[in-house]
C-alpha cells in the first residue's frame, strides 16, 4: 500500500520569520518610484500623432516630444510651419535658415530631396524641452 504524504508544516523559525518580511514589504511600498505618470504615458519621451499637414501636397509624418505634451509639440510644429511660409528661402537647402527661433524654442530643420518630394525634420528645443517633426512635401 502506498505510504501517504503528510502535510508540510511551518517550523518556529519559518513562522515568525514571515510576518516580519511581508510587514517590511508593506512599509516600503510609499518609498517606491512610480513607474509612469498618471495618464500611463511615460514622461521622457512621448511618440505622437502627428499634426494635419496645412499645405496642399505634403503630409506630416511623425511627431516626438521629449518633457512636452503631444498638443504643445503640433502647436509648435505649426507655427514652424507658418514661420516657414513667411521665410521660404531656397526649397533644397539642408538648414532652413529662416525660422531659427519658433515661440521661444530654438528650430533645427534639415532637407533632403527624394523622388520629387523633399523631407524634413525639424527639430526645436529650449532646455529639457524637445520635439522633433518630420514631414513630407511635394518639390
Same mark, same amino acid.
Given at each position: 500500500?502506498?505510504?501517504?504524504?503528510?502535510?508540510?508544516?511551518?517550523?518556529?523559525?519559518?513562522?515568525?520569520?514571515?510576518?516580519?518580511?511581508?510587514?517590511?514589504?508593506?512599509?516600503?511600498?510609499?518609498?517606491?518610484?512610480?513607474?509612469?505618470?498618471?495618464?500611463?504615458?511615460?514622461?521622457?519621451?512621448?511618440?505622437?500623432?502627428?499634426?494635419?499637414?496645412?499645405?496642399?501636397?505634403?503630409?506630416?509624418?511623425?511627431?516626438?516630444?521629449?518633457?512636452?505634451? #503631444?498638443?504643445? %509639440? $503640433?502647436?509648435? *510644429?505649426?507655427?514652424? +510651419? &507658418?514661420?516657414?511660409?513667411?521665410?521660404?528661402?531656397?526649397?533644397?537647402?539642408?538648414?532652413?535658415?529662416?525660422?531659427?527661433?519658433?515661440?521661444?524654442?530654438?528650430?533645427?530643420?534639415?532637407?533632403?530631396?527624394?523622388?520629387?518630394?523633399?523631407?524634413?525634420?525639424?527639430? #526645436?528645443?529650449? %532646455? $529639457?524641452?524637445? *520635439?522633433?517633426?518630420? +514631414? &513630407?512635401?511635394?518639390?
Amino acid at each position: 500500500m502506498p505510504q501517504l504524504m503528510e502535510k508540510p508544516t511551518f517550523g518556529r523559525g519559518l513562522r515568525r520569520v514571515l510576518p516580519l518580511a511581508a510587514l517590511a514589504c508593506t512599509a516600503a511600498l510609499p518609498f517606491a518610484a512610480p513607474a509612469s505618470s498618471a495618464s500611463g504615458v511615460s514622461v521622457g519621451r512621448r511618440v505622437c500623432t502627428p499634426p494635419k499637414y496645412p499645405g496642399k501636397g505634403g503630409r506630416s509624418v511623425s511627431l516626438t516630444t521629449f518633457h512636452l505634451s #503631444c498638443a504643445g %509639440g $503640433r502647436s509648435i *510644429s505649426l507655427a514652424q +510651419y &507658418r514661420c516657414r511660409l513667411r521665410y521660404p528661402g531656397v526649397k533644397r537647402t539642408k538648414v532652413n535658415t529662416g525660422c531659427k527661433t519658433v515661440r521661444g524654442y530654438k528650430c533645427f530643420e534639415q532637407r533632403l530631396l527624394n523622388k520629387g518630394y523633399y523631407y524634413g525634420k525639424v527639430e #526645436c528645443g529650449k %532646455g $529639457r524641452r524637445d *520635439s522633433v517633426w518630420i +514631414y &513630407r512635401q511635394k518639390d
